[in-house]
Nanobody
Framework: QVQLVESGGGLVQPGGSLRLSCAAS????????MGWYRQAPGKQRELVAT???????NYADSVKGRFTISRDNAKNTVFLQMNSLKPEDTAVYYC?????????WGQGTQVTVSS
C-alpha cells in the first residue's frame, strides 16, 4: 500500500526556518515526480515546489529564493527546506507523488508562521 507521511511542520516566527520531510513507502520512489503543495484556510490548494525523478526542480514565484526542494532516493524521502518564512506561508503542506495518471497525497502537516 502506498503511503506518504509528512513531518517537520510547526510554529515558527517570521524570518525563521523549517524543514519538511515526506517519507514514501509502497512505491518505486526514484521514478516518481514529487511535489509539495499547500492550502491556507479559505483558499485553494496551490503548488509550492516540484522535483522530477531526474532532479529538475520548479517553484512557485512566491517561494523562489526562499524554499528548496530536494530528494534522497536511497531514503525514499523528499524534503522542503523553508527559509525566511512569512506569515503568508501559513498553511497545511501536502506531499504529492505522481507518475503518469497515478497520484497519491499525504495527510498534510501544519506550518504556522506567527510572532
Amino acid at each position: 500500500q502506498v503511503q506518504l507521511v509528512e513531518s517537520g511542520g510547526g510554529l515558527v516566527q517570521p524570518g525563521g526556518s523549517l524543514r519538511l520531510s515526506c517519507a514514501a513507502s509502497g512505491i518505486i520512489f526514484s521514478i516518481y515526480f514529487m511535489g509539495w503543495y499547500r492550502q491556507a484556510p479559505g483558499k485553494q490548494r496551490e503548488l509550492v515546489a516540484t522535483i522530477s525523478s531526474g532532479g529538475s526542480t520548479n517553484y512557485a514565484d512566491s517561494v523562489k529564493g526562499r524554499f528548496t526542494i530536494s530528494r534522497d532516493n536511497a531514503k525514499n524521502t523528499v524534503f522542503l527546506q523553508m527559509n525566511s518564512l512569512k506569515p503568508e506561508d501559513t498553511a497545511v503542506y501536502y506531499c504529492n507523488a505522481r507518475r503518469a495518471a497515478y497520484t497519491r497525497w499525504g495527510q498534510g502537516t501544519q506550518v504556522t508562521v506567527s510572532s
